[in-house]
């Protein structure tokens, strides 16, 4: 009676299984895992075991529920100390970016492809979000400065709440349409609301789990992501951007003192894998190979137009408006040529833009299916360019932080009763911390080295014990001197025991041309 059943769960598991050690395989070879999930999805579909699905509407719905859990992973691993600064310039590429790069890729689509009106925006529109999934994953394995970093992860877990309204609004009825202000209005309404729905369920949240004593810690990761999801429904009731209700709700949420956060972490990210695991696998199912042939030209056409014209040309404009007019210049703002020309270089796009082309497809929009294989196949080219050559890319614009990024690795575990976190600290090759003696890191009160793994072995240091490359430190500090002392360990990494006399504070600043 439940034969059905056996063979979907048979299925279902050795996918499952076989994309989980594809993540190994991706790694070693440094292809991103979504290619390869999107393969294993089209070896099932029709060209490979032959399974036939074309339910445009159904994998619109389940790709919204995979994005809300990655957008909410995104939200809930973010740091406000590091998001903080590159606020303005994220929200600036979020919204006028996409505006900017909806424009340049519709013209360009509609005169070199001759395309309608309606269908060319549609092609800007669907391709201006950056993907939260293929960002998160492969900006976190690069060793750059973190204002980067929080820059495109802030981007791409925000602007996909601009894109799916602009994506819905284009899909529709042109006749039916209000006027231009109507819908402008409409759409800075459902972002503010979207917005304060987010924080006020998040700040709800995090008093809640505070104080809820719940009599089992496996409770914590399942509430915590259920108020994600609660952010999420709240904005879609209230006619507001559920996508940024969930970041934002997710941010207030990872960024307060709440029980057992590592589980909660833990519990997300492995949820946000499935997901995306499961997102991409129904993709690649269905998307037909037999048609993919003639979406080739139309795909390279956007592909160029969106990496070469409209992407530099967003990230210029977001970064000058970015500015404040009077004051001082906060550094997370200023953006240079070099790192502008990374910035326009690392906005990947991976599920989303197939996710966001399944709305006109599933609403009958003319040209809708010629859309999604375009987007389909962009998606495989130029994620492939892209993600493989970010490294590269960052060392020939000397954006990269060698002795940096990869040390001040924080586990943000927290020691519950001690109301601490547990940082983990490696020592580059490039590092000034090598050769310094603990006493000399000078870390603030409240912040102590317990252990130092050399040559895979630990030991407790003592004062006099100096840092060697390789070495591995596992600092524990108090939430009060957390910040102060990763702030030290940034200083002493880049200028060495005499960082304060150099007057290196550690702060994240600029470096050339950034």
């Not at 946000?272 to 037999?290: D, E, K, M, Y």
Request: proline letters at 4%; one cysteine or more; charged letters at 15%.
């Amino acid at each position: 009676m439940t034969g059905g059943l056996d063979y979907g769960l048979l299925i279902g598991a050795s996918v499952l299984l076989v994309a989980v050690a594809a993540v190994r395989l991706s790694t070693r070879l440094g292809l991103p895992s979504l290619l390869v999930y999107l393969a294993i999805g089209m070896l099932l579909g029709e060209a490979g075991l032959g399974i036939r699905f074309d339910d445009a509407e159904l994998t619109r719905t389940l790709g919204f529920c995979a994005l809300i859990v990655i957008i909410a992973e995104g939200g809930l691993t973010a740091r406000w100390t590091t998001l903080r600064p590159v606020l303005g310039l994220s929200v600036s590429l979020a919204t006028v970016g996409v505006v900017v790069s909806i424009v340049v890729v519709g013209v360009a689509v509609h005169l070199l492809l001759g395309l309608g009106w309606q269908l060319a925006l549609l092609y800007g529109a669907v391709l201006s979000s950056t993907d939260a999934a293929a960002v998160f994953a492969t900006l976190r394995r690069l060793r750059l400065p973190a204002r980067l970093v929080a820059t495109l992860e802030a981007e791409s877990g925000m602007n996909d709440a601009p894109v799916v309204l602009l994506v819905v609004l284009l899909s529709a009825d042109l006749s039916t349409m209000h006027p231009w202000y109507y819908e402008v209005g409409i759409v800075t309404y459902e972002l503010l609301a979207g917005a304060a729905i987010g924080f006020a369920v998040g700040s709800a949240g995090r008093w809640l789990l505070r104080h809820a004593a719940l009599p089992s810690a496996g409770l914590y990761p399942i509430a915590a992501v259920g108020l994600t999801v609660l952010a999420y429904a709240g904005g879609a009731v209230a006619h507001a951007s559920g996508f940024l209700a969930v970041y934002v709700a997710g941010v207030v949420l990872g960024n307060g003192r709440v029980p057992h956060r590592r589980a909660i972490l833990g519990f997300a990210d492995g949820l946000a894998w499935v997901a995306q695991i499961g997102l991409f696998v129904l993709l690649g199912l269905l998307a037909s190979p037999r048609r993919l042939d003639e979406a080739l030209v139309p795909a390279l056409v956007a592909g160029v137009a969106l990496v070469l014209l409209a992407r530099p040309l967003s990230v210029v404009i977001s970064a000058v408006l970015a500015r404040p007019v009077r004051g001082p210049r906060r550094p997370g703002n200023r953006v240079g040529w070099r790192g502008s020309a990374f910035l326009s270089w690392a906005g990947l796009r991976g599920a989303v833009p197939i996710v966001l082309a399944t709305i006109p497809l599933s609403a009958g929009t003319p040209g809708a299916r010629g859309l999604f294989d375009a987007v389909f196949v962009l998606v495989i080219i130029f994620t492939l360019l892209q993600a493989s050559t970010l490294g590269p890319a960052a060392r020939l614009l000397r954006v990269t932080a060698p002795g940096e990024a990869a040390e001040v690795h924080v586990e943000t575990a927290p020691l519950e009763r001690m109301n601490a976190d547990l940082l983990q600290v490696d020592v580059a090759e490039q590092s000034r911390l090598a050769g310094v003696y603990v006493d000399e890191l000078r870390l603030p009160k409240g912040a102590s080295v317990t252990l130092v793994v050399r040559d895979g072995s630990g030991f407790v240091p003592g004062l006099d014990t100096r840092l060697r490359t390789g070495d591995s430190l596992l600092i524990v500090a108090t939430a009060a001197a957390r910040d102060e002392a990763e702030r030290r360990l940034r200083a002493v990494s880049r200028r060495g025991r005499l960082a304060r006399w150099f007057g290196e504070e550690g702060a994240d600043q600029p470096s050339s041309g950034i």
